[in-house]
């Protein structure tokens, strides 16, 4: 039986080290000290360094030191047994000095003889750039004294900056999810649904003078700037059908 016992299980033990060794996200298995123990390849590649050089490193030297201290905090409280698992994003060294974003997902095993921390990085570099050019995007949006809108090719608007605010009286709340024809006369209706279908054609309308309504139906003269935005290009938060609209005030020409 124990002869038995012993060679089903190394199929099992096979199966788990191809599954480490073929991962495409970064795998190391450290003790409760830090010290990595076993690195896969998918690690080495990301940060550069062959499996050896990993070895002779404790898991900290990897980040900077305000990044490698909130890890280490962490680190020490799954030590301690308050915590079996955390997930940090956070920076990392490549061999080359330069900085990379990774999502560390760390957890133990209790194990016998003795515990083990396996730690899984997924570089997220791609991702976390994106979302700062976003942020930048969205507070120079935000900060413009042009009042900036986008609203889908349905024409709801989505988005309503500080310049729109004080250009027609609306609070963010009140504009959001209403029908842009909400601004529009009336009498330029058809007009506004013959700008919808030079959008939907891939059309930009640039410094087009036409005519809009504040919250307190006073007729604003402005020269407006329509472009379709694709989510696809720089990984725009807003849906591919938006459009953004920063009219000019010119009441008084």
């Known amino acids: 039986m124990k002869q038995g016992k012993t060679q089903a299980t190394r199929p099992a033990n096979r199966l788990f080290y191809d599954a480490f060794v073929g991962s495409p996200i970064g795998i190391a298995v450290e003790d409760l000290e830090g010290r990595l123990l076993f690195v896969n390849p998918a690690l080495c590649t990301l940060l550069g360094f062959s499996e050896e050089e990993m070895r002779k490193k404790h898991c900290v030297e990897f980040s900077p030191p305000e990044d490698a201290e909130k890890d280490w905090a962490c680190f020490e409280q799954l030590r301690a047994g308050s915590i079996n698992r ?16 990774g999502r560390l997902r760390i957890s133990r095993s209790n194990s016998r003889p003795c515990s083990l921390v396996v730690a899984m990085v997924e570089d997220i570099t791609e991702r976390r750039t994106t979302q700062e050019d976003l942020l930048r995007h969205a507070a120079i949006v935000e900060s413009s004294q042009d009042a900036i809108v986008s609203q889908s090719l349905q024409g709801v608007i989505r988005t309503w900056n500080s310049g729109a605010r004080q250009m027609f009286g609306y609070t963010e709340e009140e504009a959001i999810g209403q029908p842009i024809f909400t601004f529009i006369p009336s009498e330029l ?9 030079r959008l939907a054609a891939g059309e930009r309308i640039e410094n087009y003078e036409t005519v ?22 720089g990984g725009s938060e807003f849906p591919p059908e938006s459009v953004a609209i920063p009219p000019t005030d010119t009441a008084h020409r």
């Open 86 to 101: 955390y997930q940090l994003d956070k920076r990392f060294f490549r061999r080359d000095g330069s900085l990379i974003w």
């Open 189 to 197: 209706q058809d007009e506004e649904n013959e700008i919808r279908k």
């Open 212 to 233: 809009r309504i504040s919250k307190c139906d006073k007729s604003i003269y402005v020269a407006i700037t329509v472009s379709p935005s694709d989510s696809k290009k």
